[in-house]
């Protein structure tokens, strides 16, 4: 299970997502690198809108076309990039993944989901379909500015001031 | 072979070595699609449901073009072809649609669940989106479906095609005096609906057989068996295991139950239980070896229980387990069942793929036979002709005189003359079925019963005789 690095500017972009669309479920992929190592945190590169295709009730549903995700990941190929999530919102319900998520959700994938109602947003929350038990696991969200990457740990952002300095 | 290269979506490649690209050999998708999982058979839980089919948001591509949009998984591939495997991506705030709050009617109609709260309202809400099939409308059906009905349960399907008979009224609580003679299934929407008018029932006024069973079994979340028969029994199993649906089984023998549930998924199915069924004769039915009439009342209301159950995911689930009622010693036993690794089947070297012709596994004859007048089983002169194409020919006995054989035969007929047949049995014993004819179909039919009374169980009888095969078949064949 992988934890997720979101910037604060693509939590900004999803929630504005959320409310354009409420009280309909918005949805969206989480672009990453395709070369990103399996171990390491997910880093989100962007954030990008998908559209609901879903034949019905949008307020409780969503659905990406195959097609669509066909052609996104088509794109992206190009750049050395590739989708390693997607992000969707809970109008009027807790961000707590349902039945209906669980049923539908794919292993290694990161999913993120936001609660939002007519006044008020909730935490964003991201998950992790667990292959051998077929549940949902909660990853942690983490902004990437605490991210060492050259040291392959978290490092506290105040620390890195110093390390530069030595 | 045709040889295609299968693209495997970035989520599923750790199931699958790592790789982005596979090459598959297979003349259609579904060939492709189970070449791929025989590679990879980590991939399969993802892609395929347990009897095989592809899950319903795995979407199959062939050179960029869904397969839905062609022949599906009949579609034919080409050398070179590419077969993508795409996830349709879906999600959503909760369990079902229509997430309206309960009406007051219902609030107060289900008022004792709703305090439960292991049901409450979400699992009232639940009930209501539920669909559960009940195969057979008779002793174990009706007390099951009354109470799905009376528990909420919002969708009800009936399998049925008998008019209700005086007999039944001694233990088939949906039906009254008055209904006598009505279609079962008429009599019992009306009766399910005056109960709970917020219920929908969806009739199956048909024979289940191998070729509508799945189309039947598909919508439905449970299957609860009530039949009464072994070849119903068998391809409600068989169904249920390929589409991956639970099987609330329950059956009545005389003052002696059994219910167990059988889900593939998660423990064994019913022919993990019972590989073959029993010898046709040995099992009389409620008709002739009579039924206490409670009793079939105490194991539908088990399967009724375990049915929603299973559908609030509440408790323990009879899986794995075989109750067993005596309503005489009024006790109840456990048998603990396992999973047979050599499943036909369900197991993972299942060769059983589809459904089969379930009134030959069970050795009785097809619901639709025809019976001559002594009650021998009778095949017609074209229904002989088409299983002798089969794969599974019948053995043909010519049971006439020597000189009658050398005016004519049919070419894999055996000669054994009436007069020889109670010395030669042994010569049929290792025949899964067996055809005998004579000129008319009168010395054929004496032998037929001969060898009935031995215990031969499918034994037919040609109709008509060779008579009747040269004028419905071979016209060339002389008639004497």
């Known amino acids: 299970m992988r934890a997720v690095e979101l910037s604060d500017s693509q939590v900004q972009a999803i929630r504005a997502h959320a409310r354009e669309t409420y009280p309909d479920e918005c949805c969206g992929f989480l672009v990453v690198r395709a070369d990103q190592p399996e171990t390491a945190p997910r880093r989100v590169v962007t954030v990008e809108r998908a559209q609901n295709e879903f034949d019905g009730e949008r307020r409780r549903r969503f659905v990406i076309r195959p097609e669509e995700l066909l052609g996104v990941e088509g794109r992206l190929a190009g750049q050395g990039l590739a989708v390693g999530g997607f992000y969707h919102s809970h109008p009027d319900h807790p961000a707590v993944p349902s039945e209906f998520d669980r049923d539908h959700a794919w292993p290694w994938y990161s999913y993120l989901v936001l609660g939002i109602t007519e006044t008020t947003e909730g935490p964003l929350e991201a998950f992790e379909l667990d292959p051998d038990s077929g549940t949902f696991v909660r990853t942690s969200l983490v902004p990437p500015e605490t991210m060492d990457w050259s040291r392959g740990k978290r490092t506290p952002k105040s620390l890195l001031g110093e390390e530069e300095m030595r | ?480």
């Open chain 2, 1 to 480: 072979m045709t040889r295609t290269t299968v693209k495997i979506p970035t989520p599923l490649r750790a199931f699958a070595d790592g790789k982005a690209e596979v090459p598959v050999e297979g003349e259609t998708i579904d060939e492709v699609v189970r070449g791929l999982t025989t590679q990879y058979p980590k991939l399969r839980k993802h892609l395929l449901t347990p009897g095989g089919e592809l899950r319903n948001f795995v979407t199959v591509y062939l050179n960029e073009e869904d397969v839905r949009h062609l022949k599906r998984g009949a579609t034919p591939t080409r050398e070179g072809d590419v077969v993508a495997i795409v996830p349709a991506i879906a999600g959503g705030s909760s369990g079902g649609l229509s997430e309206a709050p309960l009406s007051r009617d219902q609030l107060v109609r289900y008022s004792r669940h709703l305090l439960l709260p292991e049901v409450g309202v979400a699992g009232q809400k639940k009930l209501l989106r539920s669909k559960v099939l009940v195969v057979g409308a008779g002793g174990l059906g009706s007390p099951t479906s009354l109470y799905l009905a009376a528990a909420g349960v919002g969708e009800i399907g009936l399998v049925d095609f008998d008019a209700v008979d005086v007999s039944n009224l001694q233990r088939q609580v949906l039906y009254t005096t008055q209904d006598v003679g009505r279609p079962k299934l008429e009599v019992a929407k009306g009766r399910l609906e005056g109960l709970n008018p917020g219920l929908k029932v969806n009739l199956h006024a048909t024979p289940l057989r191998s070729s509508n069973a799945m189309e039947i079994l598909r919508p439905y979340d449970v299957v609860v068996d009530g039949t009464d028969n072994f070849p119903t029994r068998y391809l409600v199993n068989d169904a249920c295991v390929l589409l991956g649906k639970p099987n609330v089984y329950g059956s009545i023998y005389r003052f002696e139950g059994q219910a167990s549930v059988f889900d593939a998924r998660r423990g064994p199915c019913y022919r993990c239980l019972y590989p073959e069924p029993p010898p046709a004769d040995l099992v009389p039915s409620c008709a002739e070896a009579g039924v206490f009439g409670i009793l079939p009342g105490i194991v539908g209301i088990m399967q009724a229980t375990e049915t929603v159950k299973l559908l609030l995911d509440l408790g323990e689930p009879l899986i794995g387990r075989l109750l067993l009622f005596d309503a005489l010693a009024m006790n109840f036993r456990e048998l603990k069942l396992r999973k047979n690794p050599d499943c036909v089947l369900c197991s993972p070297q299942a060769t059983q793929k589809g459904l089969i012709d379930y009134e030959q596994f069970c050795g009785v004859p097809a619901a639709g036979a025809q019976r001559g007048p002594s009650g021998i089983p009778e095949i017609t002169p074209e229904e002989l002709r088409d299983e002798l194409a089969s794969a599974d020919p019948p053995m043909l006995v010519d049971v006439r005189d020597p000189p009658e054989w050398d005016i004519a035969h049919l070419p894999t007929a055996t000669l054994i003359p009436r007069a020889e047949l109670p010395n030669r049995v042994s010569e049929l014993t290792r025949a899964r079925h067996v055809v005998v004819y004579c000129r008319s179909g009168q010395r054929s039919s004496q032998a037929s019963r001969l060898l009935l009374d031995l215990g031969f169980q499918n034994v037919r009888n040609l109709k008509g005789g060779l008579l009747a095969w040269a004028d419905h078949i071979d016209p060339s064949m002389p008639k004497y």
